[in-house]
């Protein structure tokens, strides 16, 4: 009963740490949106913010858009011509990448590459009591820190997300028309039949964006509340990297029942 | 034996209790610095001198009492006036809490950048005079990283005297530096003080270099003022506590021992 009564006990303490936890950073959030306007009007911190962030990632980006535009390249013709279908390829490689693939899959590297990296900085700038004495010489480290680097991880997104399913599909053409023997008019005009704009470009956009949001948020946020530490900053890298992950897997399945209900 | 009277300090603190969560760290603490003033606080780790020196600055409110800083009530201002309070206050942080992403040239404009809009030539002179001042306008474009510990706390304290405030607030600004370093710092701050005319607030447990340099010592135990005064009132102080701390005694009102049961319970058979 013991056992049962402190079993019990921790499960309430975790529920109410973590409610508090998360109400702390809808706090936070709504702070960052409150300076946001400080970072826009000094463009050039937002640039520096866009190319850590977005351009420091595309390389792995690019490198792993061409894989896995490969890999769709290879499994969606071996399926598709189980049905004599092979023509339709271009259409598969694309629909996959732009309305999932491309979001969801440039949304996890991100959070790995430069999610932890945000998060990492903002740490360590607290450990070491650089953001304090920002706040000392009378200058918000929200605004001047925090909310840069958000924006700059918001804008990168849909950027490298689009640059994911270019160069994804630049794969699968690849392997589909080059190495394969594919019609190549069939793969591209096929593809420009079938993909709509609105329905199926625009959606994964508005994803990557929402993606984008909620990466650099938790990115933010994990290094503002870190412990000064170098155990807690590298706890905070591990849960900024685990929680962005589970965070885009949970939004995709949100976002896409009520983009593509297929009615 | 109160260095001041409080209406014309520049630091007033009444009556001031903090608190983090349960555990309380300062249990009523009044305290006064006139400007012109070099004041020390000392007292043994985690006694509350850098909570203190929070609350000063304002990062920190405290629960009850006031905390007065050019007639102003911290705990009553706006976070846009402790802002513009703050545009007159320096503070050295423990190691000089330098932006690593910057030269040390861009940490010191740093301040002048953000507040005053002045053109970038007039930086440019303003940083290298402050620069100067400490002894690094040669060093102005290293990377703090390729600084040594003392180096980064004199670049610290020209970042952090940039605007001329007047108030300054130092923590712990001689731990971890060799005697040279240690030397210099402690003229530094004495030197700047009186050229800005400031007042000047050191949380500090190095008796000797400090008691060279202040004008008045708090000592703080237990979250209270238990002693205060000039340097030659507390060299000469019979005070048990001011007499262990100037003396480096191991022993005395703050004890060797952790708290824990008395050696003779072990002995029949109890548990430590």
Redesign the interface.
């Known amino acids: 009963m013991k056992a049962l009564d402190a079993i019990l006990r921790k499960l309430g303490a975790m529920t109410i740490g973590g409610v508090w936890r998360l109400g702390f950073a809808a706090r936070f959030f709504m702070a960052v949106l409150r300076y946001s306007g400080q970072s826009f009007l000094r463009l050039p911190l937002m640039i520096r913010e866009v190319y850590f962030s977005g351009v420091l990632s595309l390389l792995i980006i690019l490198v792993s858009g061409l894989f896995v535009g490969l890999v769709l390249g290879l499994q969606g013709y071996d399926i598709l011509q189980r049905f004599g279908s092979s023509d339709a390829l271009g259409v598969m490689v694309a629909l996959s990448l732009l309305r999932e693939l491309g979001p969801v899959v440039a949304a996890l590297l991100f959070a790995s590459r430069a999610g932890s990296a945000v998060t990492a900085e903002i740490g ?2 607290k450990t ?3 953001l ?9 480290p929200l605004a ?1 820190v925090v909310a840069p680097r958000f924006w700059g991880g918001v804008i990168s997104m849909p950027l490298l997300a689009a640059m994911f399913s270019a160069m994804g599909i630049f794969g699968g053409w690849l392997i589909g028309v080059v190495a394969i023997g594919v019609d190549d008019g069939a793969f591209w005009s096929q593809m420009r039949a079938a993909v709509s704009f609105r329905y199926d470009v625009l959606n994964g956009v508005i994803k990557s964006f929402v993606f984008g949001v909620a990466v650099s948020w938790i990115a933010v946020f994990e290094g503002y509340d870190c412990q000064p530490t170098a155990e807690g900053v590298s706890r905070a890298i591990t849960r900024t990297v685990v929680y962005s992950a589970l965070a885009i897997l949970a939004l995709d399945f949100v976002l896409t029942s009520f983009m593509f209900r297929g009615l | 034996m109160s260095p001041s009277v409080p209406g014309d300090s520049l630091v007033c603190l009444d009556g001031v209790r903090f608190a983090y969560g349960e555990r309380e760290i300062l249990r009523g603490v009044d305290l006064a610095v006139q400007r012109g003033q070099v004041v020390a606080i000392m007292g043994g780790s985690g006694c509350g001198k850098t909570t203190l020196l929070r609350l000063i ?1 304002g ?1 920190l409110r405290a629960g009850s009492g006031k905390v007065v800083v050019d007639g102003q009530d911290l705990g009553r201002l706006s976070t846009h006036a402790l ?2 309070m ?2 007159r ?1 320096g ?1 050295l ?3 000089g ?4 992403d910057m030269s040390v040239f861009d940490n010191v404009a ?2 002048l950048r ?2 005053t809009g002045l053109p970038a030539e007039l930086i440019r002179d303003l940083v290298l005079m402050k620069l100067h001042a400490v002894g690094l306008r040669g060093a102005q474009s290293l990377m703090p990283s390729e600084l040594s510990g003392g180096m980064a706390r004199r670049v ?1 304290l020209a ?1 952090a005297v940039a605007l001329d405030p007047m108030l300054m ?1 130092y923590d712990e600004p001689f731990a971890g530096l060799d005697p040279i370093s240690l030397g210099v710092t402690g003229q530094l701050i004495r030197r700047l003080n009186d050229a800005l005319g400031a007042a000047s607030i050191m949380v500090t447990h190095d008796v000797k270099v400090s008691l060279d340099l202040v004008d008045y010592v708090y000592f703080v135990s237990d979250g209270t003022i238990v002693a205060h005064g000039t340097p030659e009132e507390i060299r000469t102080s019979k005070d048990p506590f001011v007499y262990q701390f100037v003396h480096a005694e191991a022993d005395g009102p703050v004890p060797f021992h952790y708290p824990a049961p008395p050696l003779a319970s072990l002995l029949d058979g109890g548990v430590a």
């Open positions: 360590l700038m070491t009591e650089q304090q004495a920002m706040d000392m010489m009378a200058v918000n001047r | 600055g990062q802002y513009a703050r545009r206050m503070m942080f423990q190691f809490a330098l932006f690593t740093f301040p953000e507040h610290a970042r607030l």
